[in-house]
């Protein structure tokens, strides 16, 4: 049997056993604990979507359950409506107010941003105990007892928890599954290069956000009515924050299945808690031992019980993952497909054809005393290979960093295709059509390498991001691409498993997927193979064969002679040369600033051997 075969097994015994269970046993204690372990599945999987999937680690999460319960409560009361009915207006409540904690937060990571989100919840229940005249403050807001049969008094909340969790599950692994989870896991791994392929960040975050609190909310309006008596103390409780993040951890975080786990396996101990302490000191005795259980599943099982036991298993049946490296890669083929040759070619019609493709002018920039880049000019000509070397320190990457987005210059102006671009944001140079590899690699390490390419994008709209990630043009797009550089067999691997080389390959295919203006590589043939860079070459070649502009910062001399049609030679941040290759070769400035006096095949032989 496969562990595929095994997982749908368990998970449909599982579903079995929860939906028989009231009526398999009507003991109330036991129904409660089930209706507990939902709800905190349920806040769990919902900080997965924006915890797990993003890496923004949130203690907030709880405030959207008292946010939930007290809206559906108020509703319920001043309406005379069933609170199940007002729910679903508690998760859109407590969606609005995720949106606002990630405006919020938008500017902060890491631990900045685990402070502002417990602030949240602080300021919260500060409202909550405080506007008396409509929650009832730290009296109290109770709320009409259920009118059913008190033999069945639990299955209308256990059933209505447990269809809420299976939407909660089936909504993440959709999102999982679509554009829009796939940019919130770039972000995980690397949010600047995400960026750089043109994920808007910030879109991408307040929708994950929104996402993660609506069930929450929902379930809020529910348990409100399940305790039937709400107190911002109970709502708004740092100790229910602290479980969801140790549920998400214990189970798995980032996993579908993990934070469902991780919650069935905290409430037995919850109860255990809820039964042993008591007092004023119950509180912090609790953030105690769920801290130091947190710390511990952190140090002993750092992916959680549901990934490091599917390890254990694949090692028991001798399945680990195949090592990629070492693997002889395709031929390169001759030439590109037609379809992609096709959208490389620049338009006849486009009147801009004539000018410079890129422009820079006057750039500046410092670090503190030290200037990286001083009023540094060039132009790069629509259709050429650019190169721009210089020795190191003279200010090459800066300037990349500068195109791209990465760094904000102190003065001077960057156009593209005539278009003023210094002012835009990354991702918007990203959709106008620059594109850039990475002398150190930056592929998304928990993304496949498909993925990795079907990530980028040259737009943004709704629509895109609810689409599957694979599917379509796209898809095809993508696969298209891996073909092209070589690896189309590795299509369905993990980036991160892939060697150096290989993942070289598979960020100059995720660049070539904006299908841009303009592509920067930054140093290709760094720490790669002689057979490697020939390789490479020959696609840099073909491309600008169909017509695509490449700027190329490269310290292997031979390789930019032979490719560039112009070299830019910088120095202290400044253009000392520029010229064709012949006449940078012979440059009497550069053989002195950069060659040390030699000629530049002499004097890089010894530096490329």
Request: proline fraction near 5%; charged fraction near 15%; aromatic fraction near 8%.
């Amino acid at each position: 049997m496969t562990t595929t075969h095994v997982r749908r097994s368990v998970i449909g015994a599982a579903a079995a056993l929860l939906l028989l269970f009231p009526v398999l046993s009507d003991n109330a204690y036991y129904q409660n604990m089930a209706i507990m372990a939902f709800l905190m599945a349920i806040m769990a999987s919902g900080w997965n979507i924006i915890s797990g999937y993003t890496g923004y680690i949130s203690l907030g999460q709880s405030a959207f359950l008292g946010i939930g319960a007290y809206t559906s409560a108020l509703l319920a009361i001043h309406l005379d409506i069933s609170p199940f009915l007002a729910a679903p207006v508690g998760g859109v409540v407590a969606a609005f107010f995720a949106v606002v904690l990630a405006l919020t937060g938008r500017r902060t990571r890491g631990i900045a941003f685990v402070i502002v989100s417990f602030a949240f919840l602080e300021l919260t229940g500060l409202l909550a105990s405080n506007w008396t005249g409509l929650t009832g403050g730290n009296h109290g807001l109770p709320l009409p007892l259920p009118t059913w049969d008190r033999d069945v008094h639990n299955w209308p909340f256990y059933y209505s928890l447990l269809v809420l969790l299976a939407v909660t599950v089936w909504g993440s692994w959709a999102i999982r599954r679509s554009k829009l989870g796939i940019g919130l896991l770039a972000i995980h791994d690397d949010e600047s290069k995400a960026e750089g392929v043109g994920v808007r960040a910030d879109r991408y975050k307040m929708l994950a956000f929104a996402a993660s609190a609506f069930p929450i909310g929902i379930a809020g309006g529910i348990y409100g009515y399940y305790v039937s008596f709400l107190e911002p103390a109970a709502m708004f409780d740092i100790v229910i924050a602290m479980q969801i993040v140790l549920a998400a951890h214990l189970g798995g975080v980032g996993t579908l299945w993990g934070p469902v786990l991780g919650a069935f396996l905290l409430e037995p101990l919850t109860q255990l808690t809820n039964q042993q302490l008591s007092g004023p000191d119950a509180g912090a005795w609790r953030l105690v031992i769920y801290g130091a259980l947190l710390a511990a599943v952190v140090l002993f099982f750092p992916k959680g019980v549901l990934v490091e036991g599917a390890k254990w298993w694949r090692r028991i049946r001798g399945g680990e993952p195949q090592a990629t490296a070492g693997r002889r890669l395709p031929d390169l083929p001759a030439t590109l497909p037609a379809s992609v040759s096709e959208r490389l070619r620049p338009s006849a019609g486009d009147g801009a054809l004539a000018r410079p493709l890129v422009t820079v002018d006057g750039l500046r920039k410092s670090f503190g005393g030290v200037h990286a880049v001083q009023d540094c000019s060039f132009t790069v000509e629509r259709g050429s290979i650019t190169g721009l070397i210089g020795p190191n320190g003279s200010g090459k990457t800066t300037v990349f960093n500068l195109l791209d987005g990465s760094l904000r210059q102190d003065a001077g102006t960057i156009q593209l295709s005539g278009r003023m671009v210094h002012t835009l944001a990354r991702w918007q140079r990203a959709h106008a059509g620059l594109a850039r590899t990475y002398q150190a690699t930056r592929v998304f390490p928990h993304l496949t390498t498909l993925e990795n390419l079907a990530v980028a994008s040259d737009a943004f709209s709704l629509g895109r991001l609810r689409a599957s990630a694979i599917s379509g043009s796209e898809a095809k797009r993508a696969r298209e691409w891996l073909d092209f550089v070589g690896m189309g067999a590795y299509a369905d691997h993990p980036a991160g498993q892939l060697s150096y080389g290989q993942q070289k390959l598979v960020e100059l295919a995720q660049a070539l997927m904006l299908e841009p203006q303009l592509l920067l590589l930054d140093e290709p043939a760094a720490g790669i193979s002689p057979a490697l860079v020939e390789r490479l070459s020959a696609i840099i070649r073909q491309l600008n064969g169909c017509g695509m502009t490449v700027l190329i910062v490269e310290h292997n001399m031979p390789m930019v002679l032979s490719l560039c049609d112009r070299i830019h030679v910088l120095a202290q941040g400044r253009v000392l040369a520029s010229g064709a290759p012949g006449q940078i070769e012979r440059n009497p400035a550069v053989l002195d600033a950069y060659l040390g006096g030699h000629s530049a095949h002499g004097a890089t032989s010894g530096a490329t051997s």
